[in-house]
């Protein structure tokens, strides 16, 4: 029975958090709501909760299971395939729906059919979602419409939520020419399917909190791993520099656009590049590096990313992550005070 939208849930090993991520779910009160948890061949108690619940709540969760593991695009991948709504929103395992962000986006794209994906803020957030550590606003406090091609591309797509799993809703009819074009070993499959919507469909924007991530400092974790290395840094410049191969974009200024994507990402990277410091090798840290100068030679004469850099190598790496925990918690007196106290 086709429902109208769908809360994807790709999950692995999820078994301490993937009740939080359900319950949040299970507070948005909407008659056609389905919640789909994908399972990527868990190993631990996972599927024993997520069975629980789907007993208890049959009319509203769907359990699919993996018997092997597909990668985190292949579950991405198998979210959209499964989902029975006409909208699809995605949250981490790990992660906290905002509920009342999800009309005003529903309410967009129902009034908008030319419109292919709304896009929201987010928060983030440590332990408790309802003490956010700090908000991403991404386009100020205005709705704003980003027709399809160079201006969706160059004002939107990298700019937005897409850096996340969550924060936006699909409208999924427009997903089955492309889902197969999404990449089995990538870990940004929703920045793909971002690329290939703003190419083909118009795309828009409300400033409301819709999702709060979840954020560690768990530098175990493969997802952790894998967003700080350089492969997916690779991996993002050459979908910049390949789009019109990839989707077939009709660029009005395709010099301008790539400009435009690559300036965004890299700046992105200077803004990151003390979490590399911290949570990657000293090897990955100077790729990095290397990286940005090769792609913006201006890069030497900001201010920021010399003082990023110096920072990172006079710093040790445990009083770096100390200092980088207190910015993030937005305690900048405990930063001056702990500056001098790092050996």
């Not at 024993?48 to 007993?55: G, N, R, S, W």
Request: glycine residues 4%.
């Amino acid at each position: 029975m086709e429902k109208n939208i769908t809360i994807c849930i790709p999950v692995f090993n999820g078994e301490k958090t993937i009740s939080f991520a359900i319950e949040s779910c299970l507070k948005f009160n909407y008659p056609e709501l389905e919640i789909l948890i994908s399972d990527n061949a868990s190993e631990d108690n996972t599927k024993k909760i997520v069975l629980e619940y789907e007993d208890k709540f049959p009319a509203q969760i769907k359990y699919v299971l993996n018997h092997k593991n597909l990668g985190f695009a292949g579950n991405y991948k198998k979210c959209l395939k499964e989902a029975s709504g006409k909208y699809i929103f995605f949250i981490g395992a790990d992660d906290y729906l905002n509920c009342d962000g999800i009309p005003p986006l529903l309410c967009r794209l129902e009034n908008n059919p030319e419109e292919a994906i709304v896009t929201s803020d987010i928060n983030v957030f440590y332990k408790d979602p309802t003490q956010p550590t700090k908000q991403f606003v991404h386009f100020g406090s205005k709705e704003r419409v980003f027709i399809r091609g160079d201006e969706a591309l160059s004002d939107w797509l990298l700019n937005s939520v897409l850096g996340s799993i969550g924060g936006y809703l699909i409208r999924r009819a427009v997903l089955f020419e492309f889902i197969e074009l999404i990449p089995d070993n990538t870990i940004v499959p929703q920045v793909y399917l971002g690329a290939y919507i703003a190419c083909k469909h118009d795309v828009s924007h409300i400033p409301i909190i819709s999702f709060s991530q979840k954020l560690s400092n768990d530098d175990s974790q493969l997802a952790n791993k894998e967003y700080l290395s350089v492969n997916i840094i690779k991996e993002m410049i050459f979908l910049i520099e390949n789009l019109l191969a990839l989707y077939k974009c009709e660029f009005k200024n395709e010099r301008y656009v790539r400009s435009a994507l690559m300036t965004r990402y890299i700046n992105g990277l200077i803004d990151n590049i003390i979490s590399y410091r911290c949570y990657a090798s000293f090897k990955v840290f100077s790729h990095v590096v290397l990286i940005i100068i090769k792609n913006n030679k201006k890069s030497l004469f900001y201010p920021k990313f010399i003082i990023y850099i110096v920072v990172s190598v006079l710093i040790p790496k445990s009083g770096l992550k100390k200092l980088l925990l207190l910015y993030r918690n937005k305690n900048h007196k405990s930063i001056i005070k702990q500056i001098f106290r790092v050996k």
